[in-house]
Each structure stands twice: as C-alpha cells, then as structure tokens.
C-alpha cells in the first residue's frame, strides 16, 4: 500500500477541537521532516490488539440510573458505539462488592461451603442492565474481566471484607468454585466473561473490600485450586490474569507464577494498574521473559475527587497508554466509566475522578479530556489492530502507531508541552506533517485515498 493522505483527528486544550477531524494532509515524497519527525517501519511487528474498554461498577451504573433515561442513553451510545463513540469492546465487572459498591455484599449466605445460596440477583438490579446497554450500542459481544476484591468474610484470617486479611487455607477449594459459580451465572444472564483475574491488587492492604497474596499463594492457588477447579467446570476457555496490580513490582510478580509451569499452564496473561509506578519498561521485562504470555491494562483512574475540566487527567490516561502500549500491552480497560458529581458512590469514601461525570441533582453530563484522549486510541487502533514500529525524533512528543487490519495506519501523537510543536510521520517513501498545539493529541491516520 501506497500512503496518499493522512486524516487529522485532533484535540487541543486551548480550542474547541475534542476529537474534532481537520482537513486532510496529503502524504508524498516531497513532505521534509518537521521539528520532530516521527518514523515508522511497517515490516517490523509487535502485539495485536484486543481492544479497549472500562468497568460496570456497581457505582457506575447507580449514578447513571439517577439522571434522566435519555442522558444515559447518551453516555453509553459515546462510549460504546463503533461509529459515533469512543469503540469500547472490553468491561470489567467486580465479583461481589468492591469500594466502588454501595456495600460490601457477597452472592453466598454465611458458611455456605456448598455454594448452594449463591445469586447474582443484586447485579440484575444495575449493573447487568447497563451491559445489556452497552452490548446493544457496541453491536456485538463484549471481552468481560471480572475480579474479586476480596473473598467472603467467613473465608478470612481478619473476619471481615475490608482491611485486607488472607484467604484461609481450608476455603481455598470452595473460593476457587466460587469463580466458575459466578462465570455460570453471568452466562445465564447473557453476559459471557472473557477473563478472570485472581485478585485485584492483591499487595494492598485497604480500608475497602481487599485481601492479600504473596506471589508464591497467587502460584500455588492457581496451581492447586482454581485452574483445576476452571477446567473441571468447562471453563478452561476464560483467560486467567495474574497480578491486576503496579507496574513497580510486575516482573517479580508475574515471574512467581509464571516460572512454575504447573501454574503457568492455567494462565493467560499479566494485568497491571498504573498507581504507584510509570515503570512502562517493567512490561517489556515481562514480556522478554515469558513471550508466550499476554498483557493487559486492567485499572487506572484519577484519584482524590472529580476534576471537572481538568487537562492534566487526559493527559496523564495518554502518556499511560501510550507507555503501557510501546511495551506490548495488549487491552486497555479504563475503571468506572462514569461517577456521580461527588467521584463516588464509594462506600468508604475513596473518591476518584471519571473520563464522564453525571451530576445527578441537576441531571447533566459532563465529558472530561480523558474521555477525548482515550478516544484517539479506542477509535482508531481497533481490535486486531498490529503495533508497528515507530521512532520519534524528539522527547517533545510521544507517539505509538498500529496498522489495522484494512491497512490503514493509526499514529497517535501526543504534545504534553506549553509550545506548538511542527511533527512530520514518515512511512516508506512518503510523509505527512501538522503542527500540533501545545497540550493536545492528534491521531493521524493514513490511507490511500
């Protein structure tokens, strides 16, 4: 394929432009590389890609259910249409209740070692609802990651959700039935989950739903519990994901299970969280190391509250991307899609920011930058997208570039600076340039006509 002209989709914090498309450059021979040149190599091949996505939490989908049924409607059409929205095809649910619960809630009654009281009947109340949305605006399936925060009370060393604790030994062969237990009734829902990870954040002790993992428990739980218990319930086709925490300590992690082949033979693939560590390299660790294995972004957000109209926070989901997808990461999933106008409801009071903001008392909407920046990766690198090789000239920008399977060529630039900055992408023989704003992103995406 021969380039003739690359689209310009561009979003700049001092203009109007959000995801706006501007005129067409014509890609030629005759194009000189600009202050900062960007090249590519299409010969030289990386991940493909699944795709991108964000969580149904409980929280999520309450605060959509407050505001009126035609601004939800809205919402989920931006996110999750392939045309007219940001393309999402990945979700991630919680297993029972997370901070981002109205309460901690489990799907068993007390000491219930048969699992025979286990209902999701909670989950049909919001949360299986909004997929159904979702699916229906995505027109087609969505790739489900489903975690747990933490086991039921009884199942503890601290006899509570919250505060981290351990898993207790004797329940380690009931909690591993309670995955496909949870796998089985999501499908009698019409939801099938794609993927599971076996704790989230399994080094954190918090005040929230959360529980603790040595990597060496993580192993030896797979190993001796769940991956047995997951091909004895039919679902050895659900991808298990290890770790679902930092990037600081990901190598580590992953090499506790990963080296021990009775584990590793369960496991898909390592998810990482971008709290903590902008390590982006530690994934490429991972990957060298075992290359048979996958990656994939299960959670970030902004923490501390809503920031309405803040630059930074698309920003900082940008240079993540951007980080986490020049290390071979394979899938995205932002956390809660949308959050009410406190950040919330959480359950303990762990406000955090959304790429969309509901304001349930005045019943409106509220787009942040984030949800423009992830929508120049999520619109245009689709799945089954292939990285390509991409070096950039300067450290003024960054930039990441995927060729998807009709052809064209998606480049995502990023300008983090104060001052404008002229960029040039050459591909072959041929070169398009734009001068990019300061504080904005532009997805180039070439064609040959």
Not at 210 to 227: A, M, P, Q, V, W
Not at 238 to 265: C, G, T, Y
Not at 363 to 370: G, Q, R
Not at 383 to 405: D, K, L
Request: aromatic residues 10%; proline residues 4%.
């Amino acid at each position: 394929m021969t380039f003739t002209r690359a689209d310009i989709i561009l979003t700049a914090k001092e203009t109007g432009d959000r995801l706006a498309k501007k005129e067409p450059v014509s890609f030629s021979d005759a194009v000189e590389p600009a202050g900062t040149h960007i090249k590519l190599d299409r010969s030289r091949t990386f991940q493909e890609m699944i795709g991108f996505g964000g969580a149904f939490t409980e929280a999520t989908a309450y605060s959509l259910s407050k505001i009126s049924p035609e601004k939800r409607d809205e919402v989920i059409k931006r996110y999750f249409d392939p045309v007219d929205g940001l393309g999402y095809v990945m979700g991630r649910t919680h297993i029972h209740s997370c901070d981002f619960a109205l309460e901690n809630y489990t799907y068993v009654e007390e000491g219930d070692t048969s699992l025979e009281s286990f209902s999701i009947e909670r989950e049909r109340k919001l949360v299986l609802p909004l997929i159904h949305d979702a699916m229906k605006a995505a027109g087609r399936e969505l790739s489900i990651v489903s975690s747990p925060w933490s086991p039921p009370p009884w199942m503890k060393t601290n006899g509570e959700m919250n505060n981290g604790g351990k898993l207790l030994p004797e329940f380690e062969p009931v909690w591993a039935e309670y995955y496909s237990k949870y796998i089985d009734a999501m499908k009698e829902e019409g939801v099938e989950i794609w993927g599971i990870t076996i704790q989230n954040e399994p080094e954190a002790k918090q005040v929230w739903d959360s529980c603790l993992y040595t990597g060496e428990e993580e192993r030896d739980f797979i190993k001796n519990h769940l991956g047995p218990s997951l091909e004895r319930n039919g679902h050895e086709d659900v991808k298990v994901i290890i770790w679902d925490h930092n990037r600081d300590v990901i190598f580590e992690r992953a090499s506790a299970v990963l080296s021990d082949p009775e584990a590793a033979r369960y496991v898909w693939g390592t998810g990482n969280h971008w709290y903590v560590s902008e390590e982006f390299e530690n994934l490429s660790k991972v990957h060298d190391a075992f290359p048979d294995k996958h990656l994939i972004f299960t959670e970030g957000c902004i923490e501390g509250g809503v920031q309405l109209g803040a630059w930074h926070t698309g920003e900082r989901y940008a240079r993540n991307i951007l980080g986490d997808l020049n290390n071979h990461l394979e899938a995205w999933i932002d956390w809660n899609i949308v959050l009410n106008e406190e950040g919330g409801p959480n359950h303990v009071g762990n406000y955090c920011d959304a790429p969309v903001i509901v304001d349930t008392v005045k019943d409106e909407v509220h787009y942040n930058s984030s949800f423009y920046y992830i929508g120049h990766f999520s619109k245009y690198i689709l799945p089954g997208a292939r990285r390509i090789w991409s070096e950039v000239s300067s450290e003024r920008v960054s930039a990441t570039a995927f060729e998807n399977r009709d052809g064209r060529i998606a480049v995502v630039v990023m300008n983090a600076g104060d001052s404008a900055e002229d960029v040039s992408v050459g591909c072959g023989d041929g070169a398009a340039s734009f001068s990019l704003p300061g504080h904005s992103i532009v997805t180039f995406l070439l064609s040959e006509g």
